[in-house]
């Protein structure tokens, strides 16, 4: 949802002379062609990655409506209760996977990332060693 937002913002941003030579004109539909392109592998990353991980919660979803008519002792409920675990925590990795996504996939991200940490590094050793 943030790609979306952030494609229509820079569109909005950007301001069309109608005056505008014709190299200019491509070099700069381009950049937003390029930009575009990278907003959408971004979101293709994060949808892919976030399919590979709920697979295994809808495999469990699907398991556990089948078998929800057959009485289960407590070793089958122990069990099932252990699959659950297992399937919901990749759901809750998507998190951390998204960063990861935006880290691997975005140079402007990895820069703004490196210069957030080295601002916030500064300023902890400021307030820490005066």
């Given at each position: 949802m943030l790609i979306i937002v952030n494609i229509r913002q820079s569109r909005r941003r950007i301001q069309v002379i109608p005056e505008v030579t014709a190299s200019i004109h491509q070099t700069s539909t381009r950049h937003i062609q390029q930009t575009n392109m990278?907003?959408?592998r971004l979101a293709l990353m994060q949808s892919l990655s976030f399919g590979?991980?709920?697979i295994s919660f809808v495999v469990y979803v699907i398991y556990d409506f089948a078998t929800s008519g057959q009485t289960k002792n407590s070793d089958q409920l122990v069990i099932n209760g252990f699959i659950y675990g297992v399937s919901i925590h990749p759901i809750y990795i998507f998190s951390s996977i998204t960063f990861a996504t935006y880290t691997l996939a975005s140079a402007k991200f990895r820069k703004e990332c490196i210069s957030t940490s080295r601002r916030l590094g500064t300023k902890l050793l400021r307030r820490f060693l005066h």
């Open positions: 990278k907003f959408i590979l991980l709920n």
